[in-house]
């Protein structure tokens, strides 16, 4: 995701969105909060994570977060995308957790719903 479209995601107001789950739900996963983007799919729609990378650039959020459902059309509108801290996707989806530790440019999905996370060995991480 471009710098660009994640400061639009951090600038704008939060929309009325109904989460799948509750704030007063979340339960402390991990010890530390840091940013990452995650697709209304995973937080809204309650579908698991499918992908996630770990972005390259520092000034930006360090993980992004999809359900692998998205179109390029979906992802590319910010308002179907927000900014979370990553103890809160990790309680959407605890099988990312293991994961988190990995460096900057690491990707990972699921092969199948369920199945578990493999590193995408062809992947490319974006540039803008």
Not at 96 to 115: Q, V
Request: hydrophobic share 40%; net charge negative.
């Amino acid at each position: 995701m471009a710098y660009c479209a994640a400061m639009a995601l951090f600038n704008r107001k939060p929309a009325s969105k109904k989460f799948k789950i509750d704030g007063a739900d979340i339960q402390r996963l991990l010890p530390y909060d840091i940013a990452c983007i995650a697709t209304d799919k995973i937080t809204v729609e309650g579908l698991p994570v499918g992908c996630f990378y770990r972005d390259l650039d520092g000034s930006q959020p360090n993980w992004i977060f999809m359900s692998g459902t998205e179109s390029q059309a979906y992802l590319d509108d910010p308002k179907n995308s927000a900014i979370y801290s990553l103890n809160t996707i990790a309680n959407y989806d605890p099988a990312i957790i293991p994961f988190l530790d990995a460096p900057r440019g690491s990707a990972f999905e699921r092969k199948s719903p369920g199945a578990e996370f493999t590193p995408i060995a062809d992947w490319v991480p974006p540039t803008d």
